[in-house]
Nanobody
Framework: QVQLVESGGGLVQAGGSLRLSCAASGRTASSYAMGWFRQAPGKEREFVATISSNNGNTYYAESVKGRFTISRDNAKNTVYLQMNSLKPEDTAVYYC????????????????WGQGTQVTVSS
């Protein structure tokens, strides 16, 4: 069993930056591929970024490529999402997710989820 807790959300002006953190508990958490998803009001949950467990392979949604960076520190069992050049359309609840296998971009592929953290970007 893996538990995920996100932090770092908040209110920021357009063009600003935020760094989200996802702390994972459980002795096998470092062996999980991790992902970030987001959900805006009235919209479906959408993929943002994912990172593999070992070699750090990453993959991003086109809408955030070049602005967001996913990384992980396995010694701390923590995954990060550095978000730069934020836009109002990035406003959403951001969720951290983990899965036992390799990276994936669909939310149904993930086994564990955090409670979410709100990110609001003002124009």
């Amino acid at each position: 069993q893996v538990q995920l807790v996100e932090s770092g959300g908040g209110l920021v002006q357009a063009g600003g930056s935020l760094r989200l953190s996802c702390a994972a508990s459980g002795r096998t958490a470092s062996s999980y591929a991790m992902g970030w998803f987001r959900q805006a009001p009235g919209k479906e949950r959408e993929f943002v970024a994912t990172i593999s467990s070992n070699n750090g392979n990453t993959y991003y949604a086109e809408s955030v490529k070049g602005r967001f960076t996913i990384s992980r520190d396995n010694a701390k069992n923590t995954v990060y999402l550095q978000m730069n050049s934020l836009k109002p359309e990035d406003t959403a609840v951001y969720y951290c997710a983990g899965r036992r296998a390799g990276i994936a971009t669909t939310f149904r592929a993930y086994d564990y989820w955090g409670q979410g953290t709100q990110v609001t970007v003002s124009s």
